[in-house]
């Protein structure tokens, strides 16, 4: 896992990442200089010998010797605290490498798997849970980017874990012996713990995704929840998840405590039996306990600090391989926009052949054949589920066909540019979606469009005189999602929308169904002037928004049941004709 992490580290860091660890190191040479130092130092005090570094001390001093340094206590001690002073700015800028490389790489992942999801097809959405991905982007990612900082802790633990190390087998190889022992024995230990932690940091993943979920959802849904009095359900809901989220973490926060707690038990009780020995046993000269005494609470701490910092990686470190789970599923269904054909100016024709589409074991288009000429305005019809919204979707490219064919003016739609295509389409939808901001920005979506552009586009979407009786006019926020809007103000901001700019075709999915009667005629009226300037594609229930319609195709069950012009399907007597009665009595 280190492994995979690193070299995905690298990708996104690159020299930083080299330069943060060349510091590292740094910042432990100079720890073991400054330490090394003390031995000269401590010898002036005819300790030289009694902590047994006659060897090191005999090799510093020919070093000194070397570079001409008096062998007086003042100089030595500038030289000392000198290492020192350096071991801290190394240390410190490490620190700094380490929070840049650590900002950096969370900010990869956010981009990454931001980039990654905005490029996958429409069955991506529709597959999984949105909070998975809110999470895999607002949790995730920073544990990744805290898993790698562990990582880097843990490689500077191990590298002042080498240098007293070797100081200290400078001094007492026995005394390494011992401590390498009882090190191994402690990590054998505390595995099984090790395990536990490992588990609970792939359970992090799950239960913050849930608690997003949660979140999320009732808050879209507030009305309902607010409206229905269903806060109960809603608490209780949210509890359970907040619950789930508090044990895990909880879990999570004791076990790098427990493994300190155990650790410094271990430590004392080496302490102990270390001391006797020497003392005791061995009647060690209680100077060089001492020294001894000092290399390894350091020594020891940074033991403990290893272990700590080894839970955390195993509490972070799978919030990679779940992250990677959902970049490689938004690459599986990655959509190619750019590389086809460019297509013509003007109004678009569609030919659907035999066009089968299946959700799972669901059916949603049955072998569907139709043809909409250019320019042309074709309504659509038939009861919920029938196929309505699928069709469009699979015009738009957002849905994937089974079988047969479509051709965008006459050129299969796998071989077209989709980023055009869908560039050139106004696309009205069930649901209007608005985002928090002010009436511009929600017609022009950032981009660079004339004032006088979306006034047009406004006025024939009627929506010009309501938007000037706002406060601000144009400039106004119009809240989240368009809450301070009335239903049938965001479908013409959606209409509006819909409109800017040159499109080919316009797809209308019971646009205008949150309209009155007066403001979905004014609006008809709009499109009976766009008529023959764009291909029109309307799907409504009611009946009469069809009228103005070249042509009526009427779905049932995938499946086109009639087709014809109003007065056609009027004499035919059939199905379309029994609901147009079925409508004028029921109004
Ligand atoms: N993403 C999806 N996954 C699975 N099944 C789907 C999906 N979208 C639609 N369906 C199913 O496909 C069928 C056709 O749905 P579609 O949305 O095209 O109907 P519609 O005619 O637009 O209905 P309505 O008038 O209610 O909008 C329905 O049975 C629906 O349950
Ligand atoms: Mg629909």
Request: proline content about 3%; glycine content about 8%.
């Amino acid at each position: 896992m280190i492994r995979t992490l690193l070299s995905n580290a690298y990708q996104c860091l690159g020299w930083r990442m080299i330069l943060l660890f060349l510091l590292l190191l740094l910042s432990g040479v100079f720890e073991g200089l400054g330490l090394t130092m003390l031995f000269p130092l401590l010898a002036k005090f005819g300790m030289g010998d009694s902590t047994g570094a006659g060897g090191p001390l005999a090799a510093i001093q020919s070093i000194l010797n070397f570079f001409h340094v008096p062998d007086q206590f003042g100089v030595l001690l500038v030289i000392t605290i000198g290492l020192m002073y350096l071991q801290v700015m190394f240390t410190f800028a490490k620190g700094w490498m380490e929070t840049e490389c650590q900002t950096r790489y969370t900010n990869y992942w956010q981009r990454n798997l931001f980039d990654h999801f905005i490029d996958a097809g429409w069955a991506f959405f529709t597959g999984e849970r949105a909070a998975n991905r809110v999470n895999a982007i607002m949790v995730d990612s920073g544990r990744i980017s805290a898993a790698f900082y562990v990582v880097v802790q843990i490689a500077t633990c191990t590298v002042f874990i080498l240098v007293y190390a070797l100081i200290s087998l400078f001094s007492s190889w026995k005394m390494v012996l011992f401590l390498s022992g009882f090190g191994a024995a402690i990590y054998a230990s505390v595995r099984p713990l090790s395990r536990k932690t490992r588990r609970i940091g792939e359970e992090v993943t799950t239960v913050s995704e849930d608690l997003q979920h949660r979140t999320t959802e009732f808050m879209h849904n507030a009305k309902l929840i607010k409206a229905t009095a269903t806060e109960p359900m809603a608490v209780r809901l949210f509890a359970q998840a907040a619950e789930r989220f508090r044990r895990i973490y909880l879990a999570a926060g004791i076990m790098p405590k427990l493994i300190v707690a155990i650790y410094m038990l271990c430590g004392y009780t080496i302490l102990g039996v270390g001391l006797w020995l020497a003392v005791v046993h061995f009647k060690v000269n209680p100077a060089a306990v001492v020294v001894a005494i000092y290399i390894f609470l350091r020594l020891y701490m940074q033991l403990t600090n290893l272990q700590q910092f080894r839970q955390g990686f195993l509490l972070s470190a799978p919030a990679l391989p779940a992250a990677m789970r959902q970049l490689d599923h938004a690459r599986s269904l990655r959509e190619t926009m750019n590389n086809g054909k460019a297509l013509p100016e003007g109004p678009a024709g569609i030919v659907l052949d035999r066009v089968s589409v299946n959700y799972g074991p669901t059916q949603a288009l049955d072998e569907v054949s139709l043809e909409v000429a250019a320019g042309e305005m074709a309504g659509i019809t038939g009861p919920s589920g029938a196929g309505k919204s699928t069709l469009v979707d699979v015009m738009v490219g957002l849905v994937k066909k089974e079988k047969g064919s479509i051709e965008i003016d006459g050129t299969p739609i796998e071989e077209i540019s989709l980023r055009d295509w869908r560039r050139s389409i106004g696309y009205v939808g069930q649901e209007t979606l608005l985002l928090n901001g002010t009436v511009a920005e929600n017609l022009t979506w950032g981009n660079d469009v004339a004032r006088s552009i979306v006034e047009e586009a406004a006025k024939t979407a009627n929506a010009h005189d309501f938007i000037m009786d706002l406060p601000n006019g144009y400039d106004t926020e119009i809240g989240d999602r368009g809450a301070r809007l009335s239903g049938g103000q965001r479908q013409r901001l959606g209409l509006a929308r819909a409109l800017v700019g040159g499109k080919r075709l316009l797809i209308l999915d019971e646009a205008t169904s949150a309209l009155d009667a007066e403001s979905e005629h004014q609006i008809l009226k709009a499109l009976e002037r766009l008529r023959g300037k764009v291909t029109i594609l309307m799907v409504a229930h009611r009946l009469a928004t069809l009228s103005l319609a070249d042509t009526i195709l009427l779905f049932d069950k995938g499946r086109i049941v009639e087709s014809g012009s109003w007065a056609e399907l009027t004499e035919q007597k059939g199905l379309f004709d029994r609901l147009r009665q079925l409508q004028s009595t029921s109004l």
